[in-house]
Each structure stands twice: as C-alpha cells, then as structure tokens.
C-alpha cells in the first residue's frame, strides 16, 4: 500500500539529513515533488512523497527524532491510508 506524504521543505531537508546519499531512504525522499499552493498572492510550497507503508514508517521512525512536529503530519497519513483502503 502507498502512502502520500505532505510535508514542508524545511521539514523534508530536515529529515532528508539524517539518510546517506546511499540509502534507499535517501533515494525515495528525492523522488519527492514540490508542490507550489497559492492563496491570493502568497504561495506555500510542500514536498510530496508517494511510498511504501513500510517507508512511511521508517521516514517517520527519523522524524520522530529530529522533527516531532513533522512526524504528527506524517502520522495523520498513516491514519487516513487506513481509512481510505
């Protein structure tokens, strides 16, 4: 099952940090889109990450550390990938 993660940029380069250039991690986070939002004349960026339940969880495992307000967010996508499979 995938699952969309919606995270800010500081956040993703946050979290991005702490996994080598050479780790899978590493690799399904730069597969990451930014998403450019606009709300009158502001725009909001966020990186989107379409991955595995299991790599949601070890990217929230490293948010957890470093970012726990980040990983509430990702916690919300694991509770609405269950409700919408």
Do not use: Q, W
């Amino acid at each position: 099952m995938k699952i969309l993660i919606d995270i800010s940029p500081e956040h993703y380069d946050r979290i991005l940090s702490e996994f080598t250039e050479e780790s899978r991690m590493y690799a399904i986070l730069k597969n990451g889109l930014v998403i450019h939002h606009f709300e009158g004349s502001n725009e909001f960026r966020t990186v989107e990450i379409l991955c595995e339940k299991f790599h949601t969880r070890m990217i929230l495992a490293a948010a957890e550390l470093v970012l726990p307000k980040a990983a509430a967010g990702i916690e919300e996508a694991i509770r609405l990938s269950r409700t919408l499979h």
